[in-house]
């Protein structure tokens, strides 16, 4: 077993997403949808190359996930009134009901995960964790 942080936290988010997914598989999405809809859901109305860069993946990968979103009613694409090029991504009441049971989901995959730790350790990590992602984020870095 490797004990490096970044191939641990990168096998650990992998088994996360593998068990969202299937989890999540008979609603018909995935976690890289469901993280969609999340950071949209705390960016209504926001462009999709924004979107793209808040969830730092290419412009490309977005769309193709955004065309399933919204062949499914999950997202409503608008063009931008300021720039007729690009889009402006809003999420459904469809969606909203869809990301209750995702959330669900995501919490019952965390418990599962998470088994192993006491509530203590649970808090420990949590904290920890934030506080790398915060250092990682900042302008200053």
């Known amino acids: ?4 942080f970044g191939f641990l936290s990168y096998e650990i988010s992998h088994i996360i997403r593998q068990r969202f997914n299937k989890a999540a598989e008979p609603l018909g999405f995935t976690h890289a949808q469901w993280r969609a809809l999340v950071h949209l859901s705390e960016n209504q109305n926001c462009r999709q190359i924004d979107l793209a860069e808040i969830l730092e993946i290419k412009p490309i990968t977005l769309v193709k996930q955004i065309d399933l979103l919204e062949e499914s009613g999950m997202v409503v ?3 931008d009134m300021d720039d007729r090029r ?19 989901i995501a919490d019952a995959v965390e418990v599962e995960v998470l088994a ?3 509530a203590e350790e649970r808090r420990l990590m949590t904290s920890l964790l934030g506080r790398v ?9």
Not at 133 to 141: M, R
């Open 86 to 104: 690009a889009y402006r991504l809003s999420i459904t009441d469809k969606a909203l009901t869809v990301m209750e049971a995702l959330w669900t």
């Open 1 to 4: 077993m490797h004990s490096k």
């Open 133 to 141: 992602k915060t250092s990682l984020t900042t302008d200053s870095n």
């Open 77 to 79: 694409r608008n063009k």
């Open 116 to 118: 192993a730790l006491s």
